[in-house]
């Protein structure tokens, strides 16, 4: 026992024996929960009323706690093989729906040939957050601050969904459709992202701002270029907390081209909204700073 | 297995438990209600302050982000038992010795963050200590005493090995 209390619990030698007792509390409307087996059968489920996936659960069960949310039918896809490799193939990295963000972070391969998303990884939750969330759940869920779906429509990347109807490929410019709106029929089911690997030309760059590291951004910057010469080509510039999805600032992007960063910073034509973190003028500000930043980093030779 | 109940087969603490849970039960509510392990912490209930913070087969997790029936056959380790087992000993006195806690709400949480760290072996940076608890508030200490706790046992286990 010391002066502050408690710290060093006395119980009983390990392991503990637990005390059983009936605890009613529980937060989420009732919904049935269902572990399923194969993607057919994900598929199948998901024709039932008001049935919704859960993946790495880091959001969804977030809005379930608050009800903001509340399905009927759970369809528990964690189980499902061969979701969660992540692989080079053919000039492109493949990520696995199921992949979670820990395994990213720590995914050579990512490191290696998908140099941005490696940067966006540590920006993404926290730890323990990042133990469970899925990639392929970040891009799903298409949450308009959120850093994945940033890097997939600034890397030019594709999702893979499995319907009723077979398989489909789906272009990031194409994906995001509104706030948390995606071009996902009811029954599809993400199952793979997919982006260019990186090759020498290839330089990326990537900042966010957050009142706390790992929480969702004030405003977020992903960019991808190519280098030519000197200067710069291909400058994809991908805002997120700027708007309902994520953003091209594309006069910006001609500007930065052109080599001139002020021009760049004078031609951002974002229109973002104010939010609880931020008004619409603090976020254009730092959409100015956060690209000066970004520029920095694409005209890093090696970046 | 589906429904708006499922029984589920967990090792708690190193203890097998068999229950009935609800579906829609979060796992931190199924330690503290139906187990009665109120070391870890319920705060704000959708992945923000990190105080419901326990590991699930070896890796931290949200309590309050996962279901209990998510946990059907994994194994899962509370504060009580890394306390139990003398696990985290060290981290505690640490604790205890730099005033590293003062209401003691996030810290079965911030325990169990700083352990993921520091079974890691390497000694970890200031900032890297201030990045691993950054999903753990506290919201007494202003932190400061948390990193010194961490670092200090950081070194001494280094010294140790």
Redesign the interface.
């Known amino acids: 026992m010391?002066l502050?209390?408690?710290?060093?619990?006395d119980?009983?030698?390990?392991?503990?024996?637990?005390?059983?007792?009936?605890?009613?509390?529980?937060?989420?409307?009732?919904?049935?929960?269902?572990?399923v087996r194969s993607l057919d059968e994900a598929v199948a489920l998901l024709g039932e009323k008001d049935a919704k996936l859960?993946a790495g659960?880091?959001s969804l069960?977030?809005t379930?706690?608050?009800r903001l949310s509340s399905p009927s039918l759970?369809i528990?896809i964690?189980g499902l093989d061969g979701l969660s490799s992540i692989s080079g193939k053919g000039g492109a990295v493949e990520i696995g729906a199921l992949a979670r963000h820990?395994q990213a972070e720590r995914s050579d391969v990512i490191a290696k040939h998908a140099p941005l998303i490696a940067r966006a990884m540590?920006h993404i939750?926290?730890?323990?957050?990042r133990?469970?969330g899925t990639v392929g759940g970040s891009i799903a869920f298409a949450d308009p601050a959120a850093e994945l779906p940033a890097c997939l429509l600034a890397l030019d990347g594709e999702v893979d969904a499995t319907g009723p109807k077979g398989k489909r490929t789906i272009k990031a410019q194409d994906f995001f459709r509104g706030l948390f709106e995606t071009a996902l029929a009811p029954q599809e089911v993400l199952t793979a992202i997919r982006v260019p690997a990186a090759d020498k030309g290839a330089r990326v760059g990537f900042a966010e701002l957050a009142r706390?590291?790992?929480?969702y951004a004030i405003v977020g910057l992903a960019a991808s270029a190519r280098a030519d010469g000197k200067g710069l080509s291909d400058v994809r510039l991908a805002y997120f907390g700027v708007g309902n999805t994520p953003v091209r600032a594309k006069k910006a992007e001609a500007a930065l081209a052109s080599g001139n960063i002020d021009a760049a910073v004078a031609a951002l034509d974002l229109d973002p909204n104010d939010d609880v973190q931020a008004t619409a003028r603090v976020k254009k500000h730092l959409a100015g700073v956060l690209l000066r930043r970004v520029a920095k980093q694409l005209l890093e030779a090696g970046s | 297995?589906?429904?708006?109940a499922?029984e589920i087969a967990l090792t708690?603490?190193?203890?097998r438990?068999s229950e009935r849970v609800?579906?829609?039960?979060?796992l931190v509510?199924f330690l503290?209600?139906?187990?009665?392990?109120t070391?870890s912490h319920v705060g704000c209930?959708?992945?923000?302050c990190?105080a419901c913070?326990v590991r699930v087969d070896g890796?931290?997790?949200?309590g309050?982000?996962?279901?209990a029936?998510?946990c059907d056959g994994a194994t899962v380790d509370t504060i009580?038992?890394m306390?139990?087992?003398?696990e985290i000993a060290d981290l505690?006195?640490a604790?205890?010795q730099r005033?590293a806690?003062?209401c003691?709400y996030c810290?079965p949480g911030m325990l169990a963050?700083a352990q993921?760290?520091l079974k890691r072996g390497a000694v970890p940076s200031r900032d890297d200590i201030?990045?691993?608890l950054?999903?753990?508030y506290c919201r007494c200490t202003g932190y400061h005493a948390i990193v010194d706790a961490v670092e200090a046992v950081a070194q001494a286990r280094a010294k140790g090995r």
């Open positions: 010391n502050l209390g408690t710290v060093r619990i119980l009983p030698a390990f392991p503990v024996t637990i005390r059983k007792k009936r605890g009613r509390h529980v937060k989420p409307a009732p919904f049935a929960y269902k572990k859960l659960g880091q069960i977030a379930l706690n608050m759970l528990d964690n820990a540590p939750g926290h730890p323990a957050i133990n469970r706390r590291h790992g929480d | 297995m589906s429904g708006y499922l708690v603490n190193g203890e438990v609800d579906a829609r039960k979060t509510d503290r209600e139906d187990l009665a392990l070391g209930e959708h992945g923000v990190g913070t890796e931290i997790v949200r309050c982000l996962m279901l029936a998510q009580e038992g306390s139990d087992s003398g505690q006195a604790f205890e005033n806690l003062q003691g810290t963050a993921d760290l201030r990045e691993h950054s999903g753990n």
